[in-house]
C-alpha cells in the first residue's frame, strides 16, 4: 500500500489532561493512490532513536481495526518511560489494510519534536523509581486507577512467576472475552508457553478451532486419543479421499459389520455375488447389488452325469489355492460361484478360475494382502 501520511501530535497535558502523562494524541491521513481511505487498518508503531536504522527504544504498538474515515484517523500512543530517553525520537508507522498479510512502512519516519517532549518533563526519568524507592505494600489497588496499567506499560519479560503470587490471577480476575485473538501477537502462544494438559475440552468454546487455526500436519495420530473422534465430531463430506494417505486405512480400522453395502458406491465396488443359478441354467449377468441374472442353457446339457460340487478357498490373502477337480477325460468341469471379502484397498485381488493342467481339471482360488475368496465349481462325467 503506498500511502502518504499527514500527522498532527497534541499530547494530553496541551488539552489540559494529565492522566496518563506520556499518553500523546495521534492524528494522521492516509491516502492510496492520491484517494482518501476509508474503513478500518491495523497500524503499528515503532520508537527509534534515528530517522533511518537505529534501535528501537521500546516495545511495538499495535492498533488493530483502527477506524478510518475520509482518511483520517485519530488515536493515542503510549511509549511510557521510553519518551524520556536522550537524544532524537523517531516514529515509524506501519500499516496493513484488510486482505494483506504484512505492513507496509510509510516513510520517512517523524521526529517527535523538543516541544511534545517538553510536556513529559514532569514524569520521572526512567529507572529513577525503582523498588528499593517503594516501601512495601506502599503501591496497593486503592492508589492505581482503573486501567491505569495496560498492556503497553509493561515491557515484554517485565512480569514473571516471581511476581505473581500463586493463585493471584484466576478466571475471576479475567473477564469474559478480555482476551481475545487481537490480544495476543502471531506465534505469542506455542508449546512451551502451556502446561501440560492446561487445556482440555472444557477450554476450547465449540467451533473455536477450526481449519484456520491448524498447521498443515499440526495434528497426528499422536495428538488423537483413542475414541476421541467419533462419527457426531465429522460434517457430512469433510473426509475424502484427498485427507487419507494410500494405504492409511485398512481392514484392522474398521469394526466387524460398520461398513455394509449402503455404506458403499455400488458404481465403485462390486459388492458380493449372493446368488446362483439353478441346473440347467447359465449365468447371464451380475448386478451392482450382487445379484445375479439366470438365462436357460441354449444347447442344453446331455450325455452326463449328476453334477458334483466343489470348494476352494484362500483366507487372508493366503496366496493360490489349487484343488484337484477331475481327468479331463470324460469329464467337464466349470465355475459355479464366486464370493469375496475384505477387499478394502487398491491391489488387492480375489480370483477363481477353473483350469486344465496337463490331463486334469483344476480350480485354482487366489487372494492376496488380507483379501478372502471362496470359489465353487462343478463337474459332470459324460455317460459311457
Known sequence: ????????????????????????????????????????????????????????????????????????????????????????????????????????ALTPRHRITAVLRAGFAQVAAMNSVDSAA??????????????????????????????????????????????????????????????????????????AIGTSELDIN????????????????????????????????????????????????ANEIQLRVTGQCPPGTQMRAIGVDGSVTCEPDDEGISGFGIPRFFVASVTDGGGLNRFLLASTAFNLCFLTQVQHSDMDSSGEEGSCEVVIAGTSWFLDAFANTDANVECRAACLSMLQ
Open 218 to 265: 499440526s495434528v497426528g495420530s499422536a495428538e488423537i486419543a483413542d475414541g476421541a473422534v467419533g462419527s457426531s465430531e465429522l460434517q457430512a463430506d469433510s473426509v475424502g479421499a484427498g485427507k487419507i494417505a494410500p494405504g492409511a486405512v485398512t481392514s484392522n480400522k474398521f469394526v466387524d459389520g460398520s461398513v455394509g453395502a449402503v455404506d458403499v458406491d
Open 1 to 104: 500500500m503506498r500511502a502518504a501520511l499527514l500527522l498532527f501530535f497534541c499530547a494530553f497535558f496541551c488539552a489540559g489532561v494529565q492522566a496518563q502523562p506520556t499518553v500523546f494524541s495521534y492524528q494522521g491521513e492516509l491516502r492510496e493512490n492520491g484517494n482518501p481511505v476509508r474503513g478500518t487498518v491495523d497500524l503499528e508503531f515503532g520508537l527509534f532513536d534515528a530517522e533511518t536504522g537505529g534501535t528501537l527504544l521500546a516495545p511495538e504498538q499495535f492498533e488493530p481495526g483502527v477506524l478510518v474515515s475520509g482518511g483520517v484517523f485519530t488515536l493515542e500512543i503510549d511509549f511510557a518511560d521510553s519518551v524520556l530517553a536522550e537524544g532524537e525520537l523517531w516514529l515509524e508507522t506501519r500499516v496493513r489494510t484488510t486482505g494483506q498479510s504484512e505492513f507496509a
Open 134 to 207: 517503594i516501601a512495601l505494600n506502599a503501591v496497593t489497588t486503592d492508589d492505581l486507577a482503573t486501567d491505569a496499567v495496560a498492556t503497553r506499560n509493561i515491557f515484554n519479560g517485565s512480569v514473571e512467576t516471581n511476581h505473581i503470587q500463586a493463585g493471584a490471577v484466576g478466571s475471576n480476575h479475567i473477564p469474559a472475552g478480555a482476551v481475545t485473538t487481537a490480544k495476543i501477537a502471531p506465534n505469542a502462544v506455542v508449546s512451551g508457553k502451556i502446561a501440560p494438559n492446561a487445556v482440555g475440552p472444557a477450554e476450547i468454546a465449540p467451533s
